[in-house]
């Protein structure tokens, strides 16, 4: 739609960078204002909310570009123009994840009831961030003659990346109710997981832009279906543990 907000000189403002940047602020301004009363120190979850956001966009770029090889091989200076959009959620996921528990470890923070801490904020930065998806014209749905016109594609399309920003805070929604509810270390996480992986699951047979992987599924529904069952197992494992 527009993927550049404005330029001032030689510098151009785009709006895929612009809405990861708000995502960041508007959580880290979230979490920090209710660290305290969760019982944790606001500087350090700023210092994880930044290790998470970094290694999540690096672990998304790598994936991403894996899953597009040869378009990068064809033009290698794409590959650092992170601006023109291109990260992979699974990737950021797992990229996150990784230097968010290195991180804990570090500074010796409860692992299970952090991440249970951040967890919705996880989701609505990335409702944020498919804002500047549709901006930018990045992770795009069907022809449609009832979507947006997007200059971008020279079509009509399903804008998939708003109905993904609402199904993400309905999301944010309820891992917050559930937050204020008795809940097992670890509950809200899993909740995410299996929620977000359903999102996905059926988001993506609106999205034009994915790769058939198996039996008529997307790389990313595969991955999804993968990640809902991992999550299920997680917590019936936990419900056991509890009452052995």
């Known amino acids: ?21 708000s995502a960041f602020w508007i959580c880290a301004f979230l979490l920090r204002r209710a660290a305290l009363p969760a019982g944790f120190d606001p500087e350090r979850i700023t210092g994880l909310l930044f290790t998470v ?53 570090k500074k010796r923070m409860p692992l299970l009831k952090t991440i249970d801490f951040i967890s919705p904020y996880i989701a609505l930065g990335h ?27 020279g079509e009509t399309l399903v804008p998939v990346q708003l109905y993904s920003s609402l199904l993400l805070v309905a999301i944010f929604v309820i891992l917050r109710v559930l937050q204020s509810r008795p809940h097992r270390p670890g509950d ?16 993506e047979y609106l999205r034009a832009d994915g790769n058939i992987l198996l039996m008529g599924l997307t790389v990313f ?13 997680l917590a019936v494992f936990s419900r056991r543990r509890a009452h052995a």
């Open 188 to 203: 809200i996480f899993l909740f995410y997981m299996m929620l977000y992986s359903i999102k996905r699951f059926l988001i």
């Open 127 to 153: 409702a944020i961030g498919r804002i500047g998806c549709f901006f930018n014209g990045c992770c795009y749905g069907k022809v449609s003659p009832h979507g947006f016109y997007f200059p971008v594609h």
């Open 1 to 21: 739609m527009h993927p550049e907000i404005c330029r001032i000189g030689h510098c151009a403002i785009y709006s895929y960078g612009a809405a990861l940047v």
């Open 53 to 105: 956001f970094f290694s999540g966009i690096i672990g998304g770029r790598v994936i991403y570009i894996l899953l597009n090889l040869k378009m990068y091989i064809s033009d290698p200076l794409e590959i650092i123009m992170l601006q023109h959009g291109g990260l992979a959620w699974f990737g950021g996921f797992m990229g996150g994840a990784a230097g968010g528990i290195i991180y804990c470890l």
């Open 221 to 233: 529904q595969v991955f999804s279906v993968i990640m809902f069952l991992k999550a299920v197992a």
